[in-house]
Structure formats: structure tokens, C-alpha cells
């Protein structure tokens, strides 16, 4: 069975050639290669040097067709999206001729001209993944329309969290970013984890306002001096626009704040490893981000926000809940936090792991083929 695959996916060429791109959704493809004889991933590539995030495609049961890069929120942007609509939509349409299924990853700028074309005009067996907020109660024109074109079609939708009054056709579908080997370690890692102070944190995601970086290190900053002494180390992954500004917000904040930029996968599985407590006290338009999932199965427990389906998953048995999104009561919960019994953290730690076999690849392929593929 052949399956193809439409997506906003980054792509770029290596000094070598190699195409590569976004490390999650490739390795997502990469294990969807136990469901399907060959996936046509069908993204945009761009120049310039890829980032240490992007991976390569594993087999050559996986091809990649280049769409031009397209998106973003000027003017100028929007213009080229509309007069790029023909030379993508017959791209995608080839693509699909030559395909048994497709999968059309949305929100994203040309899903506003591909989900009318594949819902009149195309009769091959597919589906949609929502990879964003479902239930979203201001988003951006562009998502609402996409949201509400959806609502309206009749093949699956994959989405983020259980909502009330859910269409039939939309299905709840966790992402996975786990292996079952992956998912074996972590129960291992939980089991030997001491939590104690000093304490470690870490954040993963990119470096912006929206997702709690300077709220994080506001708390940190108006800690007293005797709950400073008890952190280790607060790490941040990824990069952003306002690098330089958290950088010097970090430095005056009387605790060790690395900002380690973009790292491999395997790297930031080992920053999970050694950390205790995972933060994202976003108020972002968020899914389920897939490192949640990720630092709960290595024994980092998480402090969140309640912003989309992540208080689906996280509570207080399990986590902390950051409620209302703010510094001031992220402070009070990480004072909380230090002065709470290790036995009670650690059981938090481990109801956290278990919820992490969800986001396993297996798992996810077993619901494609059970409750999408088999359908009809």
C-alpha cells in the first residue's frame, strides 16, 4: 500500500545532498514504513544550512517531492501562498494519482486551498491530522477556516484531546515520538531516579514569550536565596527571535540558566535523563506537544500549563498544573515543589511514565491500521 503524505514539513539538502528535515515528522514517517510498502512525502524544502533538529529519511521506500517554501504572515507571504495555489495543488494531485491513501497535515497556509480541492475533487481514501489546537476558541482566520472546513468533510480527522459535542469523524489520536525500547528505558529510568535537591529543570521548545520562557525565568529570578541554592541548573532547548533578551534576563536571575540551542534527539532524551522537572508554562496555541510526552517517559515530571488537551493527561497525581499562566504562581508551586516529600515526587514520576506508552509509535501505527486504514 502506498501513502502519501502532504505537508508544511521543513526540508533542506545537506553539504552531501541528502534531503532532510524537521526531526519529529521524519521520524514519524520513518516508522510508518511497518504500515505502508512505500510513503511520498510531499513538503517544502528550503535553502540554507538545516538545523542539528532535522533528520534523514531512513529507506528508500520513502521518496520526497519539494513543494516551495510557503507561509508566513505578511503580505507579501500571503500573496505568494494564493498565486502558488495551481503549481501546488498539480504537484499534489500527481502525487495522489500514483497513491493508495493520503494524509494532509493541517493547520498550515496551503491548507486553505488543499482541503476544498481534496474534498471535492479527489476520491482516493485519506485523511486529515490536526496537529494543532482543536479546540481553539480564538484562532487565526486561516486555522478557523481550516477548522470549520473539516468540521464540514466527511473523512477522518485526527486531533489533539477529547472535546464535548465531537464530530464523528474526528478522531482523539496521540502523536507518538516513542519507541517501545524507548518506553522499556524510561520505566527503568523512573524506577532508579533519586528526587532530591539540588533540583534540575529543563525546557524544550522554541524560545518565545508565548511558550513561558521569560515566565520561567521570572519565577526562578524572585526565588529567596535559600531556594536558589537548591536548584541545580535550569536548561532551555531550542531557539528563538528573543534569544539574547532571555539570555540576559537569565543571567541576573541568581541561577544557572544554559541555553543549549537546537540538539539532537538522542541529546535532549539524555537532558531528559538527568533532569527531574520538565516546564512549559505556555499559553501558546498548543496540541499535545510530543515533549511532554517525551520527558514524562524519562522521569522528568511535568510543570504545564492547562492550555488545549494537556490537562487531559497531566494532573495533579502526575504533575503540577500552572493555573492561572503566570510567574508569580509558578513561583508559589516551585516552593511547593522543593519542600515536598520525595516519595510523593517520585510516585508522581511514575504515574507520569505510564502515561507515556500512548505516545509510542507502535501504538500509533496499530490505530492507523485498526480505526482508519480497515475503515470502509
Known sequence: MKLVIIS???????ADGTIVGWGPTINELNHLLSVFDEITHVAMLHPGTP???SLAYVSSRINFIALPPL??????SKLKLITNAPKVISIVSKAIKESDVFQLRTPTGIGVFLI??????????????YAGNWNQENPSLGYRLQRWMLKK????VTINGKWENQLEQCLTFENPCLTLEDYKNGVQMVSDKKYNAPWSFCFVGRLE????????IQAFSALNDEYKSRVAYVNFVGDGDELEYFKSLGAKSGVQMNFLGFLRRDKVFDLYKQSHFFLLPSTASEGFPKVIAEAMNFGCIPIVSNVSSIGQYINETNGFIITPTTSEKLKGMLTLIFNEKESILQEKAKLASNVSIKFTFDNYNKRIIEEIININ
Not at 507561509?71 to 507579501?76: D, T
Open 209 to 216: 514569550k508565548a511558550k513561558g520562557v521569560e515566565r520561567i
Open 71 to 76: 507561509g508566513g504572515k505578511s503580505v507579501f
Open 153 to 156: 468533510q466527511k473523512r477522518i
Open 51 to 53: 538545523p542539528p533538529s
Open 8 to 14: 508544511h514539513t521543513e526540508h533542506y539538502k545537506n
Open 116 to 129: 476544498p480541492y481534496l474534498t471535492w475533487f479527489v476520491k482516493t481514501k485519506g485523511w486529515y491530522k
